[in-house]
């Protein structure tokens, strides 16, 4: 299997325009400008990388020892990509203008990218680890190298994947948030406008496949626009215009004309991996980007805190002196304490820490009272603002059955608790975890943040 991802990896790679890019500084400001280069856009990485590369020795000597399995990752290194490539979804929503009536499917949007963009940070630190441990020994004598020597080698895979690679994956997250949001917009007007038109930059660094696809009009919900909508490669600078119906007919539209388009633009966007619409799928295609390949069980299975994230186990964490006591509410006081933290309606909204808006509504309330859990309500909003781990992935409950969610722990003296916030970021449930045989079973799926 090693093998086998390497090889899907290199080739996946090999057909961005990366060669080119040690050639480029990155510009020192935060909005996107163009490369005189590759025309497309290069962005200067938001997030310091000190600390992580401050544990590469670690992370090496660790690998070279043989101290940690191949069923494991570093969780600082997993959390560094997704942080950094989520940094790219804000930078990309940022641009937008939207109104109020998109929100709510903006929240949805972000809550599938989020999802997406962790699970692929994970898989490519697993990838990068795996391509260190192919460097131990030297294919040219099946002798194991020197430390230092190994060293020497995995320097190159560092800068490849926390440098080249890193930075065009920032950029195709940038540019797919911006074209998925558009998106969002477009079915927003769709009734006025309900064609779309295909517009290729047409300079002179524009490809000759996209601009093959320049001038292309199609009705918005056409199938056409599920597979080559743009992006539709690596810093592709293609955009969309949304068009009446008067206005396509004079710009040259024919009916009964996309299997014709669907030809055209499958013989120039050859690469399936492009063939994704970011506005009503993910950013990070699963079943076509090498990275996946390499999580345990090329990502079947759910991960661990423990086998495959290296962390300490509940029972541990809890051994700690310094942990903060949970506030124990009275059932009496439950209504009181809603109204507090409640506006005018009567509805809770909160920020988490991960940047998402949360409201807790009366659906929410009722459950908390049905379920007896006004014990625990007063720490609510402390566990969702400062929580010190969150994970995203399935749960099996008595309550919801086996289902997606967002789960915000908290570690309090004596017991763990938990938010619990549903694959559309609606809050579900709260409580304190009283069995210590299920905490384990919280911190399962994807981590998306630690403390």
Known sequence: MKNHFLKNCTIFFRRNPLDVIDNIQRVQQSNLQECDVCG?????????????????????????????????????????????LWSGVLEGTKKQNLADSYQANLQEWLNRQHNNIYKFATAKSYAELLEYRNQIIDPQTGAMRSFDDFRKYCDGIKAKYRQNWLEAEYNAVVNGTIQGVNWLQYQENKDLFPYLKYVAINDNRTREAHRMLNGIIEPIDSTFWTQYYPPNGWNCRCLTTQLTKKQAEHQGYVSDNTDVNMKRAGAVVKDKYWRN????????????????????????????????????????????????????????DFEKHWDIFSNKDGIIRAKCKLGFEYEFNDNFKKHIQDSKHEVDFPNLLDIIKKPDEVWEGELPSQTYGTKWFRKYLKYYEGKPYVVLIDNTGIPKTMYAIENNSSWEKYRMGILNYKK
């Open 277 to 332: 619409n970011t506005g009503t799928g993910i950013i990070f295609d699963e079943n076509n980007t090498a990275y996946f390949q390499a999580l345990p069980s090329e990502g079947k299975k759910q991960l661990s805190a423990l086998k495959n994230y290296g962390l300490k186990n509940s029972a541990e964490i809890l051994k700690n002196s310094n942990l903060p006591k949970a506030t124990i509410g009275k059932k009496e």
């Open 40 to 84: 497309g856009v290069h962005i200067q990485l938001a997030f310091d990388s000190k600390k992580i590369d401050d544990l590469q020795e670690l992370i090496l000597k660790a690998i070279y020892n043989d101290s940690i399995s191949e069923e494991q990752t570093i969780a600082e290194l997993a959390l560094y990509y997704g942080d950094t």
